[in-house]
Each structure stands twice: as C-alpha cells, then as structure tokens.
C-alpha cells in the first residue's frame, strides 16, 4: 500500500502562484511513474501532468503547458512530487489529485488514470478572477 497526503492548495488571484506537495508513504519501494490529475466541479477528472520514476521525463495536458511544472523528490525518505503552477486563471480551479502508478521503467509517465494504483484525497485550488 501507499499513501499518497497532497498540500499547498488555497485560494489565489489570477496571475499568481501556487505549488503543489503529494508526500508517498508506505511501500514505496518500488519503481512509480507520478502524476497530477484535476477535477472541476460538474466536470470529469482530467490530466494535468506526469513525471517518470527517473525525473527525466515529463507529460503536460495542453491547457498547462508552459504554466505549470511537475518535479519529484525520490531521497530517502522523502518520496514527494511537486506540482508548480504560474499564470494561474480561474480556469484552472479545481480539486487536485495526485496519483502513483508502479512500472517496470524508470522513464515511463502516464496519461491515463487506470494507469494509477494509488490516488491521493484531493486538494482545492481556487483561482480568483
């Protein structure tokens, strides 16, 4: 099992900044591709971003291209994948989920959420117009 605690959401003016935490806890031994889901009210949950189990590799839907910027943490005992979001637009309110999903490659990223195993309990990101 992993458990996967999100944090740095809040309320934010358009323009503006936030970044994202999703702290991995328990069995995470293994290799893990990571990665940033979102889901706006009234809406279906949708891709946001992904980062590979080696770092070097990244995925971003469209729409945060250029916006936002997904790192990872692999140290000992601190198993963490950040979520930098810049040029924030209301738009882009929601409930942020991160998510890990084990592979056998370390430069694998994943877009689909069945590709995922373990999803935290969301965050809310506000955005202000």
């Known amino acids: 099992q992993v458990h996967l605690v999100e944090s740095g959401g809040g309320l934010v003016q358009a323009g503006g900044s936030l970044r994202l935490s999703c702290a991995a806890s328990?069995?995470?031994?293994?290799?893990?591709?990571m990665g940033w889901f979102r889901q706006a009210p009234g809406k279906e949950r949708e891709f946001v971003a992904a980062?590979?189990?080696?770092?070097?590799?990244?995925?971003?839907a469209d729409s945060v291209k250029g916006r936002f910027t997904i790192s990872r943490d692999n140290t000992k005992n601190k198993n963490t994948v950040y979520l930098h979001m810049d040029s924030l637009k209301p738009e882009d309110t929601a409930v942020y989920y991160c998510?890990?999903?084990?592979?056998?490659?370390?430069?694998?990223?994943?877009?689909?959420?069945?590709?995922?195993?373990?999803w935290g309990q969301g965050i809310q990101v506000t955005v202000s117009s």
């Open positions: 980062i590979s189990w080696s770092g070097g590799n990244t995925d971003y």
């Open positions: 328990g069995r995470t031994s293994s290799m893990y591709g």
């Open positions: 998510a890990v999903g084990r592979t056998y490659y370390s430069t694998s990223y994943y877009r689909a959420p069945h590709e995922y195993d373990y």
